[in-house]
């Protein structure tokens, strides 16, 4: 006997083919996950049901008729048969027997409680792991009363026949009379006064999934679904979660500028509104570090029930002060991609930056600026072009795989239109703000995606390449191959390329891309000027202090590479500014002397231990801290660079453990740069202090020959390879290999210089450290070296 209607609570995954992913996946999570998952209750009307209804009056016919001879890239007849045939969906009435079923599970719902319901389609062809319908079909929100509820259910069926949906299926080809539609009815939660958003089990952007990413703003999801806010984004490592661990290892403010809520009950002919959110609201997270890791946990039970990545939808009532979950299906993207070949886009040149945004995918993409202001002007856009719009949506996917790059001025990375884009393999930079002020129509622009989470759209079009690598089956080797990583925006991809983990991680680019701010300024903040005090408090927003948000900052650049990584290890290097480079800071000028020659200054450990600059220093012992011993990234060890003589060797070991940073506890390493040449010829007293060596070339390089490197003048002197250099290299790793410690160099790419690379390798280095971009290149010379 075929059923019509079915609650959640009965239905498991084997019922796609009857409810839809959608629908499915919501009874699965009802019936099989622990109960501490909260999944509002419901039910669901069948295929079955669906084509009931289509036999009913004949309306499968006209349908079929319709769309036969239909040529979908055709916008403008896309557009009027669609709306043809859903017009006589609307028109068309229930069967009387489907309709006394739907009002029998209705009832039953509404005798726990009256309230408000949520109407969703779920296609029975929806959410499979190789295609996603996502957006595609309608949701009616806040639906109150039976009559309106069957009202939705035939909305709902007739978004099966939108413009989008039409042109996905003849795209994926699936016959149109294949996929059927079930609405699922749900009882709502209360986020319109709480919060929502999307969360995925891996990294949207690389991949990466070994991390949880979540999206968060105000009111009800639609908005961050939809792509019309530009929401909180946070990422949560799942291994040391797993562990115990508070692991929000990073944290990005959206802006937030609108919610939508429910509508008065007054205001006929609309179940929800969209309001302004109080500047105050914005300049907070929507979500709390405990929500943050109460959600991934649920995701990583809904990742393990499945078996693989998933896309979730979640809510937070704000009359309970719960978190609910509201869909979930596999995330169909990036989980298909093989991992053996990697292909990586990159500029050649570079222009004038014209507006920046959320980066999707890892492209670039170069064409004519089309300027396009609603659906209605779709078929504007001309093969190649670059769609610049307002706000995208999946309505918009007939037009999307014509365009070689698309730009919005809302939207955040798990919005539909982001999905879509990933989907069709197209760069696409969202919720710059300002995109479609600043750019000009005809105008020929670059679209990169391919430096890292922000995108950056480029006057002119510029020459880039691709570069594609087969990391598969790399050779073993007696040396560590590590990576120089100092941007956390890239260390997810970074960290699929073959490695030992990361040789030198930068505290400095961190300092200076995501603070930007002089951390004596921020530790003076009422003795600096008014203006500066404004700017320095608007920086730090969402956070309780400027001197919180200096801290927090250093911990998440330096946690997301950490995480990345996990459990290699990950040596960061303490700040290396110089006093020109700190000068640049915001309120630099204030508290840095201008030095003849900078890079032979206040730098490294002598500014540490230097009186004027301990309560700076004690920013980033404390950052420290808090990475290995709160959030339990104890793979992180710490590097001291440029340090001069004994005594400060000694100083500094010193001032670190009374920040709680003592070599050896929780099996903390302390590793010093090698980099002047007293480092190389007192190696063996150095060593004394410290875990080991990462001997830094290149100064040790520029000391030894005594040449500037930053100087064009004498850069044809300049040569790691010189005998010089060599000798001290050699005292250098003998001493630490005699000793048992760890030795490796970082700071040069030896993939240029083949012979330098394999003269280290017989040397007795343990690890060499390079740019991402040579790691698999030099690891085929030195197995080529290895093998002769």
Not at 361 to 384: L, P
Not at 535 to 550: D, H, L, N, V
Not at 586 to 600: D, H, K, Q, V
Request: glycine residues 8%; charged residues 25%; aromatic residues 8%.
């Amino acid at each position: 006997m075929t059923r019509n209607v079915i609650p959640f609570e009965e239905l498991r995954m084997s019922d796609v083919d009857q409810v839809g992913g959608k629908n499915a996946s919501l009874g699965e999570m009802i019936s099989q996950l622990p109960s501490s998952v909260r999944v509002p209750g419901g039910f669901a009307t069948t295929a079955d049901a669906y084509r009931e209804f289509l036999a009913h009056q004949g309306l499968a016919e006209r349908i079929s008729a319709a769309l036969e001879s239909l040529d979908v890239d055709d916008v403008v007849a896309l557009a009027r048969t669609g709306a043809q045939i859903r017009q006589w969906i609307v028109d068309t009435p229930f069967p009387p027997a489907l309709e006394a079923e739907i009002q029998a599970a209705y009832d039953k719902l509404t005798a726990e409680g009256e309230g408000s319901f949520a109407v969703r389609s779920s296609a029975t062809a929806e959410d499979l792991p190789d295609a996603s319908f996502a957006g595609q079909q309608e949701s009616f929100l806040n639906i109150h009363g039976y009559q309106n509820i069957l009202h939705a259910i035939k909305e709902v069926f007739a978004s099966l026949y939108n413009d989008r949906a039409i042109a996905y299926r003849v795209h994926k080809g699936f016959t149109h009379a294949e996929v059927a539609l079930s609405a699922g009815v749900q009882r709502m939660v209360r986020s319109d006064i709480g919060a929502s958003g999307v969360m995925f089990t891996m990294d949207t952007e690389s991949g990466f999934d070994g991390v949880v990413f979540i999206t968060a703003s105000y009111g009800l999801g639609e908005t961050v679904v939809q792509g019309a806010v530009n929401p909180d984004e946070f990422y949560v490592h799942k291994a040391t979660l797993a562990l115990g661990k508070p692991a929000v290892i990073r944290r990005n403010l959206g802006s937030k500028l609108i919610k939508m809520v429910f509508a008065d009950k007054k205001e006929a002919g609309k179940s929800t509104r969209t309001i302004d959110v109080p500047e105050a609201e914005r300049n907070v997270y929507a979500l709390n570090d405990a929500d943050v890791l109460e959600l991934a946990r649920y995701a990583m039970i809904i990742e393990k029930h499945y078996g693989r990545p998933m896309d979730i939808e979640w809510g937070k009532s704000g009359d309970d002060g719960k978190l609910y979950i509201l869909q979930a299906r596999p995330e169909t993207v990036k989980s298909q991609e093989s991992g053996l070949v990697m292909e990586k886009y990159r500029l050649k040149q570079y222009g004038k930056s014209l507006t920046h945004g959320r980066a999707i995918g890892q492209k670039i993409g170069a064409g004519q600026v089309r300027i396009v202001k609603d659906a209605s002007e779709m078929d504007r856009v001309k093969a190649g072009d670059i769609l610049v719009t307002d706000m995208t949506d999946p309505n918009w996917e007939p037009v999307m795989k014509r365009a070689a790059a698309i730009v919005t001025n809302r939207g955040g990375r798990t919005c539909h239109a982001a999905i879509i884009a990933r989907e069709l393999g197209i760069p696409a930079i969202v919720g710059c703000g300002n995109a479609t002020e600043v750019l000009e129509e005809n105008d020929e622009v670059t679209v990169s995606c391919a430096e890292g989470d922000t995108g950056y759209v480029y006057r002119g079009k510029l020459d880039f390449e691709v570069i594609t690598t087969d990391m598969g089956n790399l050779p073993e080797i007696p040396v560590k191959i590590m990576m120089n990583v100092g941007n956390p925006e890239l260390a997810f991809e970074f960290a699929q390329i073959p490695n030992g983990g990361v040789g030198l991680a930068r505290l400095e680019f961190v300092i200076n891309n995501m603070i930007g701010i002089h951390p004596k300024a921020i530790l003076e903040i009422n003795q600096v000027p008014a203006n500066l005090r404004a700017e320095i408090t608007r920086r730090s927003r969402g956070y309780a202090t400027p001197k919180q948000f200096f801290i927090e900052k250093l911990v998440e650049g330096v946690a997301t590479i950490a995480a990345s990584f996990y459990p290699k290890p990950v040596i960061v290097r303490l700040s290396d500014f110089k006093s020109n480079e700190y000068r640049k800071l915001l309120g630099g000028e204030i508290y840095e002397p201008e030095e003849e020659n900078p890079m032979l200054g206040f730098r490294g450990a002598s500014r540490y231990i230097a009186q004027s600059f301990r309560d700076c220093f004690e920013l980033e012992c404390i950052a420290m801290k808090k990475v290995r011993d709160e959030l339990g990234l104890t793979n992180v060890q710490l590097m001291v660079p440029f340090v001069r003589n004994l005594d400060e060797a000694s100083s500094v070991v010193e001032l670190l453990a009374r920040h709680g940073l003592k070599k050896g506890e929780n099996d903390l390493k302390l590793i010093m740069m090698c980099e002047i040449p007293s480092n190389a010829l007192l190696a063996d007293q150095f060593l004394n202090y410290f875990d080991g060596f990462s001997i830094g070339s290149n100064d040790l390089t520029q000391l030894t020959l005594g040449l500037d490197r930053d100087s064009g003048l004498v850069a044809h002197s300049f040569d790691e390879r010189d005998p010089a250099v060599k000798h001290l290299l050699s005292l250098a790793i003998q001493s630490a290999n005699k000793l048992g410690k760890y030795v490796g160099i970082c700071g040069q790419g030896p993939s240029d210089h083949a012979d330098f690379a394999e003269w280290l390798m017989d040397e007795g280095i343990q690890t060499i450290s390079l740019n991402p971009d040579t790691v698999v290149d030099t690891w085929l010379k030195l197995a080529a070296h290895t093998k002769a």
